[in-house]
């Protein structure tokens, strides 16, 4: 037993938590001393904020009990199973049923936090666009940084102390894993609940709106409107900020896991550790590239420019202080240096699938201008069109990750095939750690990802806000910062796809060391997933039909939830007397109960969907059928969501290169086909897609935490 | 060596063969001895015969030529690659090309004589229904039923030749998969072209001309309106035909391959036959079941019903046969009766997944009514909730199918458990020859369900060519058989993509075998697919993503050429003096010219690169890749086939319960969005959901084929 917290390496990793908190006090501090001196912005921020507490406390509540019952089973478990098998003890009872907690409070935080900043940074945003882009700019951009830091802080911290109070060993991360399966739980239902919230708003105000009245966007006269735009708060702020909580978090735990079993091997626990080290560097990586956020003289019509600059920065640094972590941790050890080279091909693949994912949504490309075309003959050929090019998106991104994936391993099964002590499969283990710092150079700049994610909602919200307080002056502003926000939640939603499969990637090698550990432990043959095996197979097959159902039910939702909104806007302009005119006002309300209503009714049956399936799956055929189930829903969950995610975003952009003044410009036919078009990819790209991302990371965690119950009765 | 030609069970199989021609035969006989003596339908017959015959002149010279340049690679590869290699020479080099041409040859075949007898039986079914409904029912159900029996006919002598000429032992089935490969290749031109072309001209007919225009479908004035019935013809009855050839040819094969290695351990060669003897039984319960496709008295309105009792007889016959062979084929083995249970597990997931089709795409009931009901909120909830009904769609057939794998592998474990000369393995031998009995006992009632689907597209041109020729009186049996062939080509679409799933599992299971076979030869260690290695799980990531990429090219070409043809029928409507009313013809050639350059331009590049990539994969990363690619492409393909059939055919029911007058009826903004909904859903449903049924049986049979390629130079 060796004493990890000896180690001074090991202290980088609270430090950047710190560091991370600490730099998004500060941040915070400096939006919240912007006045808000605009009393009628002021009002319609504050309806939105109410709006969003509001959903947010009684979806919180809804999540709050489901987590306390899986804890209380958890808790259960921990006293009915058999205690004399060890592993049992670590996947149940009190410690895991606390760890399990403590991520689903931290997640539910996290989400907190996102929409708390959100609301309050979208207003100033329109008081700083009076003084020009570049302070609005910084403003949104502030607000999303502090999500991001805190997100990324939270996590890094929460991981370490629970490291810290479990035992600091190599068999610790398996004990914490319920920390994970806790923030990806809460993260599911937040997506979710969000995503349908949002985009039930969103859809109904469009079509009603901008199709039939022919009002622009965020018109006050539009009786969806404040709903729309608490959706951005608590779809789009709150709802990533779970998700990407939850990567952060169950993808620290997933790679320590791995880099326990190399630990053990070469005794040097840096291994173990620098899945949390190279977090902290991501961090440092981020807060040296933040202040590069800015636009030099004459880049005033290319905002985003300015959150280029940041990126690469960040991206670049993240590449030194690899080197230097590497070097310091693993330059000892025999063909150390080829690690990094693995931990490069993540960090090459967050580019390449960035700048895939701008191809595909840029409003000036190919694909998004084809979208345009065939909507020139109408409603049915956008759809096809956009159809087929949400499918063409999946080609490029899964190549990209697939050659990451590859090169990383390669350069891993060299340093295995150097390290012999690593024992007969010292290449494969060797090639598995390869994989898991290919994941962790991935993750480095999520920090600033997720800080260019929070950026959109809330430029998106800033133009609600000044269009319906009727700011004059600042829509050139405005309209640039919009443009840029749909850039970046392209772009970030890339990212978390990417992330999401490279981390289930990582989680998967961890649930088959963790299961053949407790196998070995009861002395049963190790988990064998041979495809060639029909159980198996079939496995896979059910866990490939998981995302497809979950999807079913999300858009499903939206659906009909739309529909009753697109009722409810169609009523309100039949009924209310001078409410077209600009007399009388909405009943803002009763759009905001239908997507309340829907989104609290609508999460939780996909949710325990996925959560009761690989259960009983498990429970029936055993751990080598939950491994084929998780791979099976990666398999197609994956592609499904690039398809959902870059597809919505072209039929977006497609719509806004119209909008743009092309091809007859707003109020034309084509117009109106691009505008369904947009709708129907809403779902998709808000609801669906990204709650697929969380919805295979839970699988894992799940999969992982709830291995001992998974005995197989049927014994096929 | 035992000689298998004396056993005398073997030649039930050429018998049923021949059985099957010769009924096809008299039925033709029959058909055309029917007098077409309508001069104005005749002619209008003719003009979409004609179009048929020219484009599957063009589209056969194209696909011809792939074949030949394929074959000289097989023979060219057999004088290149080691001659020491036993495998080396089963895969390539003459044998291979001549087996490989002669599938390509028989499925060209095919589909041209399901077109041909479509052509023929069309007409026809207007003349007789003149004088009823059931002369009409039984007209189109012949016209079908011939390609069936022929299809089936063909393909079980076919490959019962070939087996015989390649040397009628356990080994030939290896040999002759050459054939399979050939049939697949042409199945997903044919399927893939025609596919194109039929949806390019229907949606193009139906925007403009039910939805701008306001004329019914199939009114003579849409200049689109012969390429759309010429499309019937071509796409669904020839690229159907082609597709099934191919299903029926693959499963024979693979089927024989996997009995090949219990027929060598039990030296019981009905272990061997038996997959081409389960064939010629379908065939004889077949022949039996067709008879009783009649009409009861008072069943007049229920056409549906005649069509159910021949199923029902078919399937209940299929069973009786079934365990006369068992019994004396395997009846004196150690638990040959649990092979018995494993068939009707097949046969039972047949029936299962119809049902669960016929509740989706119903026209009374829940699913498609919730799109209807949608329509009325406009264009942008029809979609959004038709795409999550073919998403929710995935779930039970899924579901079946794989309840079904696993009752089959359960009674063919008991079966090996009870045979401890199948060697370690003998449970898990025993199992994977279970799963082979119940494809076996799916495919039973293909003869049956081959003649449903060609009773579709039949009576959809009988619909198109009454109209077109003005007939009087016939209205309503037109409609109620346009409505019974909409339901059986759902239902025949179900049974396809289950088949696929099943043929893919054998044939998978048969490349596991042949692959372990070749290396073993080569002293290399066998496949191994575990999915915890990151190679592996690459590989199936590449696989996974293409049937997204392969729907992409075909749904990409289909909303183009659809964009087209919008441009020339409005053009037309505009340009024509007297169009409109009637008084002049429009420029049907100009149309069909569309359709024909879209489908044989946009054919070549998807099916190329289905083709390549796996040749890619394995070259470089070897024959795990290889297997892992095929299994990550099932995973991801059957779901978005689903999807795509079962969604495609719920929008198109959706429009046609609208159109039955409910919520509107015709002509209502309600049914002009249900329209939008419909051609949405034809490029799914029509074009690239049934290639990916041929896409996923091309990807085994070529993997098969090519196990000496698969070297993988990387070395990973």
């Known amino acids: 037993m060796v004493n990890i917290l000896a180690e001074p390496y090991f ?165 914490i894993i319920g920390m994970g399966f806790g923030a990806s739980l809460v993260a599911l239902f937040a997506q979710l609940g969000g995503g349908i919230y949002t985009k039930a708003a969103d859809v109904g105000a469009d079509l009603v709106g901008k199709v039939e009245a022919g009002i622009p966007e965020d018109d006050p006269r539009n009786a969806a409107v404040i709903a729309d735009n608490v959706g951005d708060n608590v779809g789009d702020s709150a709802g990533r900020g779970a998700d990407l909580f939850e990567s952060a978090t169950a993808e620290n735990i997933g790679g320590m896991i791995i880099g326990g079993v190399i630990a053990y091997w070469t005794q040097n626990w840096g291994f173990l550790i620098f899945p949390i080290i190279a977090r902290a560097l991501g961090i440092f990586a981020t807060l040296i590239g933040m202040p590069f956020v800015r636009l030099s003289r004459g880049e005033e019509h290319k905002p985003m420019r300015a959150l280029h600059k940041g990126l690469t920065v960040t991206t670049i640094m993240s590449a030194v202080l690899f080197y230097v972590a590497i070097q310091l941790l693993f330059g000892s050890e025999p063909g150390g240096i080829y690690l990094y080279f693995s931990m490069l091909a993540g960090l090459a693949a967050s580019i390449l699938v960035q700048v895939i994912t701008d191809y595909y949504t840029g409003r000036e490309r190919g694909p998004v201008r084809r979208i345009a075309d065939a909507s020139q003959t109408g409603t049915a050929t956008n759809i096809i069109t956009g159809f087929s090019v949400g499918l063409e998106t999946t080609a490029l991104p899964i190549a990209s990750l697939g050659a990451c994936l590859l090169v990383a391993y390669y350069f891993g099964t060299l340093f295995g095939a150097a390290n012999p002590e690593l024992g007969a499969n010292a290449s494969l283990i060797g090639g598995v750690y390869g994989t898991t710092l290919a994941t962790m150079g991935m993750l480095a700049v999520m920090g600033m990802v997720l800080a260019l994610d929070g950026f959109g909602p809330i430029a998106d919200n800033a133009g609600g806000i000044a269009e319906m307080s009727g700011q004059k002056g600042i829509d050139e502003s405005m309209e640039a910062l919009d443009a840029v926000g749909n850039t970046t939640k392209a772009l970030t939603k890339g990212f978390a796809m990417g992330s999401a499969l490279l981390a289930a990637q990582l989680l998967f090698q961890a649930y088959i060391e963790a299961g053949n550990e407790y196998l070995r432990s009861l002395s049963l043959p190790e988990i064998k997933l041979e495809l060639s095996n029909p159980v198996v197979l079939v496995s896979t097959l059910i866990g490939a039909m998981l995302p497809f159902i979950f999807s079913a039910f999300a858009i499903r939702a939206v659906g009909s939830a739309a ?99 092309n091809l007859g410009g707003k109020g034309s036919p084509t117009h109106a086909a691009a505008v369904v078009g947009d709708t129907v990819g809403d779902p998709m790209k808000d609801t669906a897609g990204p709650s697929l991302h969380v919805l295979i990371k839970l699988l894992n965690t799940l999969s992982i935490l709830f291995i001992p119950l998974f005995i197989g009765i049927l014994g096929l």
């Not at 709006?51 to 209380?72: D, L, P, W």
């Not at 398999?635 to 290169?657: C, E, Q």
């Open 563 to 661: 529909k009753e909104m697109v009722n409810e806007v169609r009523r309100q302009f039949r009924e209310i007397p001078g409410l077209m005119e600009g007399k009388a006002k909405p009943e803002y309300d009763k759009a905001v109960d239908i997507s309340t209503r829907a989104a609290l009714k609508e999460m939780v049956l996909p949710g325990l969907l996925v959560v009761i399936v690989p259960i009983v799956v498990g429970v029936l055929l055993g751990l080598s059928a939950v491994g084929a189930l998780v791979i099976g829903a990666t398999m197609s969950g994956i592609p499904l969501a690039i398809l959902m995610n870059t597809g919505g975003a072209a039929w977006d952009n497609a719509k806004k290169f119209i909008e743009a003044g």
């Open 11 to 175: 202290w980088i990793a609270p430090i950047g938590g710190f560091a991370s908190i600490l730099a998004a006090l500060i941040l915070a501090w400096r939006i919240l001393s912007i006045k808000v001196d605009d009393p009628k912005a002021a009002e319609i921020a504050s309806a939105i904020r109410i709006g969003a507490y509001a959903f947010m406390k009684r979806q919180y509540t809804t999540i709050t009990i489901i987590a306390i019952v899986i804890a209380a089973i958890l808790l259960a478990a921990g006293f009915v199973a058999p205690k004399d098998v060890e592993a049992v003890a670590v996947h149940f009872g009190p410690g895991a049923a606390v760890a399990f907690l403590i991520g689903a409070f931290a997640s539910l935080l996290a989400g907190f936090i996102a929409m708390d900043m959100a609301t309050r940074s979208n207003v100033r945003t329109v008081i700083m666009a009076k003084r020009g882009i570049e302070p609005a700019l910084k403003t949104a951009f502030h607000g999303g940084a502090i999500m991001g830091l805190l997100v990324t802080g939270l996590s890094l911290l929460g991981v370490t102390a629970l490291f810290i109070l479990y035992g600091a060993d190599e068999t610790t991360p398996t004990k």
